[in-house]
Structure formats: C-alpha cells, structure tokens
C-alpha cells in the first residue's frame, strides 16, 4: 500500500514555479529520503505534503486522504520535524509534549505513559520539567522527534534532522528511527544533505532539482544508472556541479537561529 | 498573487464522515475547548514566567500615574476638577491594559520567528480556535496587568466607589479583548518584530493621548472632540472611570455596546488574518 502518493503536484509563488509536476509514491513502512540540491524544491514539497502549502495544482494523498479535502485527517496521519527548531523554549519539555498532545486529541490516560516513553527513548525524561531554553540543539531536535511520535503518526516527516547535531547524537536518532521503522511500520521521509547519510539509512531515494524530480530508485540503483562509487557522485551527476544560489530571506534567517542555537 | 486560502469550512464538515482509526481520534467537541484551554494556559504561563516582562509593562503606567498625577494634581485641583489623582487613575488603568494587550499581539511574531507557530499550524485543529485560545490568553493577561495596577493606583491615594469595581472589571476585560484582538490582526500580519512597535507607536501612542484617559473630555475645540468621539478607547475609559468615581461623558450601555462590537470586529478579521497566515 502506498502510504504517500503524490500525483503531478505544482506549487507556483507568482510566476516562479517552485515544484513542478512532481509525481512520486511511498510504500507503508519505507524509509524515503527525498534529495537535492539547495532551493531544489525540497522544503516546498514537504509544506505541500504536510498541508502548509495548498498545490497550485495536482494532488497529494496521505495515509489515503486528500491533504486538500481531509486535511484534519492527514495531519493526524503524520508527525513532523522541521528543519528549523519548532519547540515553545519557554516551557518545559514535558508542557511542549502535553500541548501536542492535547491539539492532536489523544486522551489523556493515553499520552501520560507515552510521553514517558517517548522522553525515555530520546532520553530527555529527567530533563522533563526543564525549560527548553536551556535545551542544547541536539536535545530540542530530540524533543521534537518524541514530540512527533507522539499521536502514533503513520508517517513521520524529518526535514533535514541531523543539520548541526554531532555525529553521537546523528547515530543514536538513526537507530531509534530505524527502530521504530522496523518494529511499528513507521514510514519515514526525510530530506539531507548528507548522502552517506541517505545512502545508509533510505530503503529509496528520490532526487529533486529545480521543481523536477530527475532520478528515484534505490541508493544501489543510483549508483548504477550513473555508474558512481558513492551516492555522492551519483547525485553529482545528476544535479549538475555548480553551487545554486539561495535566494530567499527565509534562508538568511534561518541561518542566524541556527547560528545562534535556537 | 498566488494567495492560498487555508481550510474552507465545508471541506471539514464533510471530512466528518470520514473514519479514522479511534486511536487517532478523540471526542471533537472535547478536542476545540481542550485546545482553546491549552493555548490559553500557555499564554498564561508565559507570562508568569517572564517576570521582566511584568515589571517592564507595569513602569510606564506607574510614571505616568506619578508623574501626571503629582505634577498636575495642583493645577487640576486649582481649576475646580477635584483630585486629579481619582481622575487619573481610571485613564492609567484602561493604559495598562490597551498596551499589555496589544503588546501580547507581538507574541505571535515571535512564535512566527522561532518556529513555535508551525506546530500548532500542522496540528488537526482549526485555526479560529487556535487565534481564539491565544487571544483569550492574551485577554487573561492585559486583565490581570490591569488589575495589579489598580490595586497601586489604591496606594497612591485612588479612592474609588467599590459597588462600581464590578462594572469597572467588565470594562476592563472588554478592552481587553478588543485589544488583544487588534494586536493579533496586526500581527497576523507582519513577518518582523521591528516592524511591530513602530505602529503601535504610530496607531496606538496616538489613541492613548486622544482618549480622555488624561483630561476631561469635555469643552474640547470641534475637530479634536470629533478625534476623542471616534476613539474607541474613549469609550472604555469613560466606562471604567464612570464606574469607579462615577464622572462619565455618555452611558455605560452606549460605551459597553460600542466595546463590545469593536472587540468582535477585531476578533473576525485578526482570524480571517490568522487564517491566511503562511508557515
């Protein structure tokens, strides 16, 4: 079964088209890594697919609902991990998780034990009633991780998670992921930059640039089509190797609060 | 301009029939109050957490109550208004208030700026009950700011008639609302925080001076009484003052009606702004 199936989505902002005709699909219980290149169109899809962005065109089914004509049900199909931080640091870990909680409908004789359980794994529960302000980047990012498994997602988004977390922390949240992969079905879709990562970690890949997707398939089938030792050369060859430019304010902006660990 | 329009309501009445694994589904009605709730205590912790944020808030009245009420208190004695101090006091309370919450509208470009904002905007629930959680949170706030300084205003020597102190708080709370729903429409918005203090100086300094909150507002040159009539803020001060020392312009039921429908205005169009928010 498909768990995500996206059939010639378009976003448009004015006459800049950002997502082009994209069609794509993700089997339940997959790990997807979807690739490219700076201002590629990554972060757009992932809006559109989490029904921040309606498509100028085309549709976007999650867990078979129409993000567009069920879009209650679909986010209740789905967690999320931005690519910038998305934690109120002015609470505490366990206020952010109760909040999510509650927004999300779970009831409370169930989320009591599950946001122990989710704190435990990501091993922040003795830090639960610590305001996230004094959170490190690699403990927010694993707070929004428990955050996003809360509501038992079918599929969870992480959008460049291990941007700016040490290779310990990039280790430890792989294998939980891969974990909870494994043992509950969890579909995963994630963007990086990181193509070893992509390659270790993707069960299929697709590669996006400029609004297109130019290439999908498995990492080892990547590497044959291209004839490239290493997914890295792989996506080199196919997206080309000069530096793209960012343009957009968002970008800039997110650079700061990165910079500056928020 | 490509502008998206978020989650018409007929679609989510439809999606009503749909069925979803009852794990993932909780009992809706209880789900918008719970979630109104939540947002609402989340405003208020944060105030409670951010003692700096009390105190700063709470300087400005406390000079201008001071400084007014003690450097003008014998001239306004002299010109036969009685105390400037019971006239004052009303006007500092109904300051509070306006700018707490108005203030509290910058809150959401915070949210915007560090992220927060796009939790609650993936989250399965509507976006009115999320602008309406929040500014009743905000609402909660400027109130109870508006409560601490009318208790200092007792210390300095306000003397009001205490069977009015009822009326007075549903003033209070009236403008609350209006202002905590104008901040949000403003907020709503605007994408940066610098952007934010320098209209509330232009739209909202303006409203302060012009209301009444200061001087009596009778006896004023045409153009400036048509100014003070068409200020909302007017209306609320005249309420709070009319029930605290009994001095007010025009009926509590003129200044009630007018509060209350400014404040629903503001709340429909700050959540048709929130609505069209884009993450």
């Not at chain 1, 934690?87 to 009831?107: F, I, K, Q, S």
């Not at chain 1, 009633?129 to 509501?151: C, N, P, Q």
């Not at chain 2, 500014?135 to 069977?163: D, E, R």
């Not at chain 2, 001095?247 to 629903?264: C, E, P, R, T």
């Amino acid at each position: 079964m498909n768990i995500i199936e996206v059939k010639d989505a378009t976003k448009k902002f004015g006459d800049f088209t950002a997502v082009n005709n994209i069609t794509f699909s993700v089997k339940q219980g997959e790990n997807f890594a979807f690739l490219g290149p700076n201002g590629a169109g990554k972060t757009t899809s992932i809006k559109m697919l989490t029904t921040l962005l309606e498509p100028t065109s085309g549709s976007v089914v999650l867990n078979g609902f129409d993000v567009i004509k069920y879009p209650d049900e679909a986010r209740h199909s789905f967690g999320i991990v931005f690519q910038d931080p998305s934690v109120d640091t002015e609470m505490t870990a366990y206020e952010n998780m109760e909040l999510h909680a509650v927004m999300y409908a779970v009831p409370k004789s169930v989320y009591k034990p599950r946001i122990q359980e989710l704190l435990e794994l990501v091993d922040l529960w003795d830090r639960k009633d610590s305001l996230v302000k004094d959170f490190s980047g690699g403990m927010k990012r694993r707070l929004e991780i428990a955050r996003g498994l809360l509501h038992h997602p079918k599929v969870l988004f992480l959008d460049e998670p291990t941007l700016g977390l040490d290779p310990q922390t990039r280790n430890h949240m792989w294998s939980y992921i891969k974990n909870l992969n494994q043992k509950e079905g969890l579909t995963v879709f994630f963007t990086t930059h990181y193509m070893e990562e992509a390659d270790k970690n993707a069960d299929r890949v697709a590669i996006i640039d400029q609004g297109v997707i130019v290439a999908s398939g498995t990492p080892a089938e990547l590497k044959e089509s291209t004839k490239s030792a290493t997914l890295e050369d792989a996506f080199l060859e196919l997206t080309g190797k000069h530096i793209r430019e960012e343009s957009t304010g968002m970008d800039a902006k997110r650079l700061t609060n990165r910079m500056w660990g928020r | 301009m490509g502008q998206v329009v978020f989650l018409s309501f007929p679609r989510r009445r439809e999606s009503r029939y749909l069925k979803l694994d009852s794990r993932l589904r909780g009992n809706d009605k209880y789900n918008k109050m719970s979630t109104i709730y939540i947002l609402w205590l989340r405003q208020l912790k944060r105030y409670v957490r951010s003692k700096q944020r009390m105190f700063a808030s709470l300087a400005q009245p406390l000079l201008f109550l001071f400084a007014f009420g003690f450097g003008f208190g014998s001239t306004f004695a002299k010109a036969g208004e009685g105390s400037y101090i019971q006239f004052l006091a009303p006007g500092i309370i109904a300051m509070t208030v306006m700018f707490t919450a108005v203030f509290s509208g910058i809150e959401i470009i915070w949210d915007k700026q560090f992220g927060f904002l796009k939790e609650t905007l993936v989250a399965p629930v509507s976006r009115f009950n999320i602008m309406l959680g929040r500014t009743l949170g905000g609402t909660t706030v400027a109130f109870i700011q508006g409560i601490i300084v009318l208790l200092i205003t007792l210390l300095a020597g306000f003397k009001p008639a205490l069977s009015g102190v009822p009326l007075a708080i549903v003033f209070m709370f009236l403008l609350a609302l209006f202002f905590t729903a104008f901040g949000t429409m403003i907020a709503s918005k605007l994408d940066d925080m610098q952007s934010f203090p320098l209209i509330i100086n232009f739209l909202v300094m303006p409203l302060f001076f012009l209301s009444g909150a200061l001087f009596p507002i009778v006896g004023l040159p045409t153009v400036f009484n048509i100014i003070v009539h068409a200020n909302p803020l007017s209306y609320a001060v005249d309420g709070i003052r009319g029930a605290l020392i009994g001095q007010h312009v025009f009926s509590f039921g003129l200044d009630a009606l007018i509060l209350f429908v400014i404040a629903f205005v503001c709340l429909y169009i700050g959540a048709e702004f929130f609505k069209r928010i884009q993450a």
